[in-house]
Antibody
Framework: EVHLLESGGGLVQPGGSLRLSCAASGFTFSNYAMGWVRQAPGKVLEWVSG????????KYADSVKGRFTISRDDSRSTLYLQMNSLRVEDTARYYC??????????????WGQGTLVTVSS | EIVLTQSPATLSLSPGERATLSCRASQSVSSNLAWYQQNPGQAPRLLIYDASTRATGIPARFSGSGSGTDYTLTISSLEPEDFAVYYC?????????FGGGTKVEI
């Protein structure tokens, strides 16, 4: 069974940093592209960042470009999101999500339960 | 950026009724569209991708259709567990974008 477990969220002041982790199990992690999607409280889903299977291709939403960095460690089956220069508007639950294999690889077929990031002074 | 507009915002129906949800894109997404279901306090679940392909384990009462800029998710007969929020998502262009959601309520 596919399992994605996020960690690393918490309360941080504006301008601060956090690193989110997503531990994957139940599948061959290195075969899959992955992504982060966030959802502010009571709001809609927002794609944040994605990384392909070999880690060479990364993409970011304009709202986080230059501040967030996605990476992966296939030896640990873990996805990361380094978040710097955090803003109040980054407050959200951050979901780690697995992308479908093959030609439909930019849809998300498995999601974690998310980790909450609160940016506040 | 491709903007996805979902309608209606809220759909009030009863179990057993048919639900029809709409997603309109600001430009053609060429069937590169998915639908997700999200229950309160839970992560989204992929229902449909490439406009009409059901994801693994999704019941046949869920179906998707559409082309170009206009897409529809149909739930043929609502079960109690189907009362949730539904989002569409496009992958035609980066950045990936989601619609604003439709809440299906009793």
């Amino acid at each position: 069974e596919v399992h994605l477990l996020e960690s690393g969220g918490g309360l941080v002041q504006p301008g601060g940093s956090l690193r989110l982790s997503c531990a994957a199990s139940g599948f061959t992690f290195s075969n899959y592209a992955m992504g982060w999607v966030r959802q502010a409280p009571g709001k809609v889903l927002e794609w944040v960042s994605g990384i392909n299977g070999d880690g060479r291709d990364t993409k970011y939403a304009d709202s986080v470009k230059g501040r967030f960095t996605i990476s992966r460690d296939d030896s640990r089956s873990t996805l990361y999101l380094q978040m710097n220069s955090l803003r109040v508007e980054d407050t959200a639950r951050y979901y780690c999500a697995r992308r479908l294999l093959g030609p439909s690889a930019s849809y998300f077929d498995n999601w974690g339960q998310g980790t909450l990031v609160t940016v506040s002074s | 950026e491709i903007v996805l507009t979902q309608s209606p915002a809220t759909l009030s129906l009863s179990p057993g009724e048919r639900a029809t949800l709409s997603c309109r894109a600001s430009q053609s997404v060429s069937s590169n569209l998915a639908w997700y279901q999200q229950n309160p306090g839970q992560a989204p679940r992929l229902l449909i991708y490439d406009a009409s392909t059901r994801a693994t384990g999704i019941p046949a009462r869920f179906s998707g259709s559409g082309s170009g800029t206009d897409y529809t998710l149909t739930i043929s007969s609502l079960e109690p567990e189907d009362f949730a929020v539904y989002y569409c998502q496009q992958r035609r262009n980066w950045p990936l974008t989601f619609g604003g959601g439709t809440k299906v309520e009793i």
